[in-house]
C-alpha cells in the first residue's frame, strides 16, 4: 500500500517545508537583529516562537500521514493473509471430496471458524477504520492550523517589512 515513491513524496514535501521554515527562520532572526525598538524585537520573539511551533505541527502531521499508511498496509497484509489462509482451506477440502461424512464435519468446523475470525476481522476492521478517521482529522485539524498560522506569520512579516521601510524613510 505505502510505496517507496509515496515515502519518498513525504519526504521531499518535510524537506520542502522545513526549508522554507528554516528560511523564514533567519530572515526573522536578521529582522530581530536589526530592529532597533525592544518592542519589535518582541513581536519578532513571538513571531519565531510561532514559526518554530509551525516547523514542529508539520512534522506531526507528516508523521501522522505515514502512520495513516502504515496501518492501511497492516491492514492490507492481514486481509491478503486471510485470504490465502481461505485459499488453502478450501483447496485442502476439495481434495478429501469422498469422505463425505468427515467433510460434512470439517465444513462445519471451518465455516465457524471463518465466521469467527471474519467477525473477528470485521470488529478490527471497524477498530482500525475508526482510528484512520481519527488520525485524518487530526492530520485536517494540523494543516488548518498550520494554514491560519502560515497566514499570520506572513502578515507579521510583511506588517514589520512595511514598519522597517517606514523608519528607513
Known sequence: MTSQSDKDLSRRTTDKVTKALTETEERI?????????????AYLFILLKINSSLGDNTMVVHEVADNVNEVALSLHTHLQNF???ILA????????????K??????RIAQTIVFAVVGYFQVQLADINLRIAQLENKLANHVADNRVTE???AKNLEYLQEQKNSKVK
Do not use: F
Not at 532572526?29 to 524585537?41: G, S
Open 151 to 153: 497566514a499570520t506569520v
Open 89 to 100: 482451506e478450501a483447496d485442502i477440502h476439495s481434495r478429501e471430496s469422498e469422505r463425505k
Open 83 to 85: 485470504n490465502n489462509h
Open 102 to 107: 468427515i467433510w460434512t464435519w470439517v465444513g
Open 29 to 41: 532572526v536578521d529582522l530581530i537583529e536589526a530592529a532597533q525598538d525592544p518592542k519589535d524585537k
